[in-house]
């Protein structure tokens, strides 16, 4: 059976570099809660015009540059993970194929918020593990700055955009880079917690409009932080020991970056130093399912990982879902 292997890695952030200084003119915060509360420094938002989909085929171009292929290359299988899709219908990775050339590839959406990424890397690894296909293209990107409420602070001032992007191939024996395992879990009693209230089936059966809010993204950011704290600390220990590493064999945590604080208190959780914990939410903000490649990216290209060391990635988002992966870390240069 081949495994599946980290072969590259690219990362796209959008022009537009918003600070905590100017989101305090537009609303009642200040630099001084977003940083203390979250460790968020400065976010980017998409400019008018830019899309989901737009971003994705910048990060997806850059990942195939990395894996040192050209577009059009033999690319089996595209996912992108998103919860700001181009639109409903259809998903956006088939228009991402299109335009990185990649012909006839499988191509299509993940839901599950900023677990996203962790999801659509699992299926991924599993259409390489199966021989499906040779290689497989996963990205996870986003803007959320298009669905945040103008009434509403608390998400506005957390949420990026972005997009961050693998390749992964087939490989063999214990090269760099091999995905050694996945813990995914869900619980759907908590779907309320994180939402968008309009847009679906259930608001457009119910026969009325929408209200105008309920466009707009919705966290319930209390609850869902003691959720994710337990989630992403219990998957991670369930990850461990079915790939039978202890925690002091990880050389770094990659995890979601919803927050500094619950970043930390994953990795006290997991008994793992803050030094091996990957932090780059000051720079881009929670950016949901782009948010662990653009971690990876950023720590990458800062030499933070040695060929070889074990990561450990964890994320949580609405669903509620969860995700880990288990990889050690390839020879690659992030684009
Ligand atoms: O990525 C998917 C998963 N998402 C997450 O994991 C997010 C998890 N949740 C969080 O990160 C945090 O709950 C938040 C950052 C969203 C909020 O932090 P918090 O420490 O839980 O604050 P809070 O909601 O309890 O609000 C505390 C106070 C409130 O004022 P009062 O009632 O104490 O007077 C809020 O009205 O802070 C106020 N507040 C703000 N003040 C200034 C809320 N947002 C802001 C703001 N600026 N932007």
Known sequence: ????????????????????????TLFETSDEWITTRTGIRERYWAPPGQS???????AGRAALKSAGLDEGADVGLLIVATTTPDHLCPGTAPDVAARLGLG?????????????????????????????VERALVIGAETYSTILSPND?????????????????????????????????????????????????????????????????????????????RR????????????????DQVGHLVGHQANLRILRAVAEQLGLDASRTVTNIDKVGNTSAASIP??????AA??????GERLLLT?????????????????????
């Not at 800062?302 to 060929?307: D, I, S, V």
């Not at 880990?324 to 684009?335: G, M, Q």
Request: charged residues 20%; glycine residues 14%; aromatic residues 8%.
């Open 1 to 24: 059976m081949p495994y599946a292997v980290l072969r590259g890695l690219g990362a796209h952030l959008p022009s537009r570099r918003v600070t905590n200084a100017e989101l305090a």
């Open 52 to 58: 989901t989909g737009d971003l994705a085929t910048e």
């Open 104 to 132: 006839k590839a499988a191509a299509y959406d993940i839901a599950a918020v900023c677990s996203g990424f962790v999801y659509a890397l699992e299926a991924a690894a599993n259409a390489i593990r199966a021989g499906r």
């Open 153 to 229: 602070r608390t998400t506005s001032v957390i949420f990026g955009d972005g997009a961050g992007a693998v390749v992964l191939g087939c490989g063999a024996g214990d090269e760099p880079g091999r995905l050694l395992g996945f813990d995914l879990g869900s619980d759907g009693t908590g779907k309320d917690l994180i939402r968008i209230p309009a847009g679906g089936s259930r608001q457009r059966s119910s026969g009325l409009p929408a209200a105008e809010d309920d466009h707009y993204f919705t966290m319930q950011g209390k609850k869902v932080f003691a959720y994710a704290v």
């Open 232 to 247: 992403m600390s219990d998957s991670s220990r369930t990850l461990l020991e079915s790939v039978g590493w202890q925690a």
């Open 294 to 299: 653009l971690a990876l990216a950023d720590a």
């Open 302 to 307: 800062a030499g933070t990982f040695r060929t």
């Open 315 to 335: 994320a949580f988002g609405g669903g509620l879902t969860w995700g880990s992966a288990a990889l050690t870390w390839p020879d690659i240069v992030p684009v």
